[in-house]
């Protein structure tokens, strides 16, 4: 009886391990984005995080000519990073980020986390 329990409960361990490992620290997906930094802050009650926005603006041709804007947010784990682009407010970055599935309190309130900056224009 108490190795069929032993099992059981490394079995469910083993599986709670594994949620977790997929959902807060696999990179789901990784790439860049450009557009014209719209703020970066320091907030948070108990983790204080770098928040930001890019804005991603363009033209749409179908169906109908239009402009518009995408608004990228993400959140920077880097001091370093988040220092250069504090120092750059609406200059045009192009950002590395990394994509998780879930979020972390103390890695920012949102999935798409920016661990470096490739390039900057003004």
Wanted: aromatic share 18%.
């Amino acid at each position: 009886m108490s190795k069929v329990l032993f099992a059981t409960v490394f079995l469910l361990l083993l599986a709670l391990f594994g949620y977790i490992y997929w959902k807060y620290v696999f990179v789901f997906g990784e790439g860049t984005k450009t557009g014209e930094l719209n703020f970066l802050v320091r907030k948070g009650y108990v983790f204080k995080t770098y928040e930001g926005k890019l804005i991603q603006s363009g033209f749409r041709t179908r169906p109908q000519s239009v402009i518009q804007s995408y608004e990228f947010d993400f959140s920077v784990v880097d001091e370093a990073v988040a220092r250069d682009l504090m120092s750059g407010n609406g200059r045009t970055y192009t950002l590395h980020y990394q994509e998780y599935l879930g979020a972390l309190p103390w890695r920012g309130y949102s999935v798409y986390v920016v661990d470096s900056i490739v390039s900057t224009s003004h």
